[in-house]
């Protein structure tokens, strides 16, 4: 549980006096209500968002001098660019028995044979659109890339099935990894063949060259 209290003055001048309170800013988003502003301890907001759950964690929200509790996720928050701190936050109540969408890492596990003789492995897709339950959304996914060859891609469709959790994203269009050849490798490969064909035609030229300075020294004979 995470006690908060309503927020009475907006401003910018409000809002640094109260981060250098150690107060952090927010709003509280409910389905047919208005929005809340409020204000909750930093320390206590990083408590709750440290846990098992991480940022997708089910915060029981209370407003302080009140026993309601409002079940609400992360929806949005913001951080300083030069101490990494969160300046503000937005949460979003919800029902727990409806599902809500969500956006999930994918954490990459295992080593790819392709990486071992060579190949590069790219994560292209780092997070996917989910659908569950807000009790049933997961830290991250694990994705098994143990497997992967050079030149082999996984997709969506390949991500492991989780209970109650419908993935969004086309499960065929959107890739999660792939193992490729070295660009580098690539380029030398691609050099070496435009030198020999190169050669080639000069060797192609030098012989007809030839075959025409014989034909035209016969004429002369």
Do not use: C, W
Request: charged share 30%; aromatic share 2%.
């Amino acid at each position: 549980m995470i006690e908060v209290r309503e927020r009475e003055q907006l401003g910018s001048r409000d809002t640094r006096r109260l981060r250098k309170q150690g107060l952090i800013p927010g709003v509280l988003y409910g389905k047919g209500k208005a929005p809340h502003a409020f204000v909750v301890p930093e320390r206590d907001l990083r408590e709750a968002l440290t846990g098992p759950s991480g940022l997708h964690a089910i915060l029981d929200v209370v407003v302080a001098g009140q026993t309601t509790v409002h079940p609400s996720i992360l929806k949005e928050y913001q951080r300083d660019p030069i101490r990494g701190t969160v300046t503000h936050i937005d949460l979003q109540e919800v029902r727990l028995d409806q599902p809500i969408h969500a956006l999930v890492a994918v954490d990459l596990v295992g080593e790819a044979p392709g990486v071992k003789l060579g190949g590069v492995l790219t994560h292209v897709t780092r997070d996917v659109n989910i659908e569950a339950l807000p009790m049933s959304i997961p830290e991250h996914v694990d994705l098994d890339v143990g497997a992967l060859e050079i030149g082999d891609t996984l997709r969506v469709e390949d991500l492991p099935a989780l209970p109650g959790v419908t993935y969004l994203d086309d499960p065929y269009e959107t890739v999660i990894v792939t193992v490729t050849m070295p660009k580098l490798v690539v380029e030398e490969e691609a050099e070496v063949v435009e030198g020999e064909a190169a050669e080639g035609e000069g060797a192609v030229e030098g012989a007809e060259g030839e075959a025409a300075g014989g034909e035209t020294r016969s004429a002369e004979e």
